[in-house]
């Protein structure tokens, strides 16, 4: 059978996410937040899953840019590889101090600063946006002549590292604090303390922020550091994470007058955004709800779905190759709903109620090669959705069920 163990990462990284979970309760800290954790790993599984499909498209990329431009013929050899590697982890320090300096990147890269907490599930906060961003600043690596497979193989490793600094639970790690990028340099990155703001932006060695002047040690008698956002997102909703500083963004160019200037918005600091413009738009796009559940059944039924999808997708991606394109469509879509659903859920919201419709119908589309009669999947879809208008008070059943009260719309 021809599978994918590239799958594998979903249990690998959960198995360490569960470890420090532990480890944790172990040094009686209170590093993991039940919403915020959830909404981290969401963020994660709709990157893993969408990643699938771009993953082939930029090895393409790699490929077509090193064919036709690359400026010398680099040879995997130890030196080879060793170059890969500085020229990689400096290609990341710029991307990433870029990211965090022009507003087009920051929109992308917020996702993974707005985590209050900081433990392993934030290193999942990363978006297919960031993915495109990224891909970009990684083709100056075949422009100067690394073979596309070098890449991708050094990508993977290079990846895999970042995970394992989001931790409180590793202090400092002696002479290695010199060298490499910390759990302890990292917490500086995600503190919003003024003193740590836009430092350590390294990936695995910390040279190059020494080097750019963008270097600062985590002082351990200091005041306790705060974790994500200066002006805290406070939502866990899926797609107001995903989409709200573009959407200022969007809002702060559409205000400002003449083209050049717009341009310059684009590309100026996420510091000079009016931040009454998220407040404006927090107005018309994100009602808050009142109702705060907690109740064991609220969290069963979000944790049941969560282990639910992180269930399918490692199948899904683990028997990719075999899962026809039709059915490929409809499981992704599937999850992204159920990651909005879980947002919606951690924020109360009563039309979630709606998404749960919209799941079944999806179930029913997946069944659709199975069924001989295209008339009885069509049946099978009005009575879901008869079912729906005539039972209205279902709805409300639901979210007393699900929330412990119907909270205001
Ligand atoms: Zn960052
Ligand atoms: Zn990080």
Not at 230 to 254: D, G, I, N, Y
Not at 376 to 393: A, Q
């Amino acid at each position: 059978m021809n599978l994918n163990w590239m799958a594998l990462a979903v249990p690998f990284f959960l198995f360490f996410m569960g470890l420090e979970y532990l480890v944790a309760k172990w040094q009686k800290k209170d590093y993991f937040r039940f919403n915020n954790s959830v909404a981290n790993l969401n963020v994660g599984i709709a990157e893993r899953l969408l990643d699938t499909f771009t993953v082939g498209l930029f090895y393409f990329f790699y490929e077509y840019i090193h064919r036709h431009y690359a400026l010398f013929d680099l040879q995997p050899g130890v030196l080879g590889w060793v170059a890969l590697f500085l020229a990689t982890d400096f290609v990341w320090y710029w991307y990433h101090r870029l990211a965090h300096e022009i507003n087009l990147f920051w929109s992308a890269h917020v996702v993974h600063h707005q985590s209050e907490d900081f433990n392993y599930t934030v290193s999942a906060r990363i978006t297919v946006f960031q993915a495109l961003i990224r891909t970009g600043f990684w083709s100056i690596l075949p422009l100067i002549g690394f073979p596309a497979e070098m890449i991708t193989t050094l990508l993977i490793l290079h990846g895999l590292y970042p995970f394992f600094i989001h931790t409180r639970t590793i202090g400092k790690l002696g002479w290695l604090e010199y060298i490499l990028v910390t759990p302890s340099h990292h917490r500086v990155h995600h503190a919003s303390n003024p003193e740590y703001l836009d430092k350590n932006y390294g990936d695995v060695l910390i040279i190059w922020d020494k080097l750019f002047g963008t270097f600062v040690e985590e002082k351990e008698e200091a005041v306790e550091l705060v974790y994500g956002l200066t002006k805290p997102l406070e939502s866990h909703s899926f797609l107001w994470q995903q989409f709200h500083f573009m959407m200022e963004l969007f809002e702060t160019v559409r205000r400002t007058p003449g083209f050049i200037p717009k341009i310059k918005v684009l590309f100026g600091r996420p510091d000079d955004i009016d931040p009454e413009i998220r407040d404006q738009l927090e107005k018309r796009f994100l009602s808050r709800s009142s109702v705060h559940a907690t109740s064991r059944r609220f969290r069963g039924y979000v944790l049941g779905q969560l282990i639910g999808i992180l269930t399918i997708l490692f199948v899904f991606l683990l028997l990719e190759k075999q899962v026809s394109v039709y059915h490929q469509t409809l499981i992704a879509l599937f999850i992204l709903i159920t990651l909005v659903n879980c947002g919606a859920l951690l924020e109360q919201r009563q039309w979630v109620f709606y998404l749960e419709i919209t799941r079944a119908c999806f179930l029913i589309l997946m069944a659709f090669p199975y069924l001989t009669n295209p008339l009885s999947v069509s049946l099978l879809l009005i009575i879901t959705l008869l079912l729906w208008v005539y039972f209205s008070n279902l709805q409300n059943r639901y979210l007393r069920l699900v929330y412990g009260t119907v909270p205001a719309k």
